[in-house]
């Protein structure tokens, strides 16, 4: 978590046919991965604040072989739709390192949950 109130980790999409690892000729051999210096977190929306609303947003990406990424989708939303836009449009700015297979740089979609967390009085002080 930082200091917005906000975390996130990256997850791999599940696969269709629900196994848990691709098959060989499919699999990417490296994923994708942020550029940090070009991916600002999402903005808490100051109404979300103001209404104490959380939750957990998952966006999923597609991220095309430049690192771009090229569409976004909400894969679990949160009942509060502000929380949801702002995860929504912090990914879509976002620049990547492309994932490789065989070398060479190929689109891939990944699952990005964020976290957003209003910092509380009495939890600093635990």
Same mark, same amino acid.
């Given at each position: 978590? &930082?200091?917005? +109130?906000i975390s996130?980790?990256? !997850?791999?999409?599940?696969?269709?046919?629900?196994?848990?690892?691709?098959?060989?000729?499919?699999?990417?051999?490296?994923?994708?991965?942020?550029?940090?210096s070009?991916?600002p977190?999402?903005?808490?929306?100051?109404? /979300?604040?103001?209404?104490?609303?959380? +939750?957990?947003?998952v966006?999923?990406?597609?991220? /095309?072989?430049? +690192?771009r990424?090229?569409e976004?989708?909400?894969?679990?939303p949160?009942?509060?739709?502000?929380l &949801?836009?702002? =995860?929504?449009?912090?990914v879509?700015?976002w620049?990547f390192?492309? =994932?490789?297979? &065989? +070398?060479?740089?190929?689109?891939?979609?990944?699952?990005?949950?964020?976290?957003?967390? !209003?910092?509380? =009085? &009495? /939890?600093?002080s635990?």
């Open positions: 978590m &930082n200091q917005w +109130g996130f980790l990256f !997850l791999l999409p599940p696969l269709a046919d629900g196994t848990q690892k691709p098959a060989a000729e499919t699999m990417v051999a490296v994923p994708p991965k942020m550029d940090f070009r991916c977190l999402p903005t808490y929306p100051e109404w /979300s604040r103001r209404r104490e609303e959380e +939750g957990r947003v966006v999923e990406a597609l991220i /095309s072989e430049s +690192g990424v090229l976004t989708a909400l894969a679990e949160t009942k509060h739709i502000l &949801n836009r702002a =995860a929504e449009k912090a879509r700015g620049t390192h492309p =994932a490789r297979k &065989n +070398g060479k740089p190929v689109r891939e979609r990944i699952q990005i949950p964020f976290q957003f967390q !209003l910092e509380r =009085a &009495n /939890s600093r635990r």
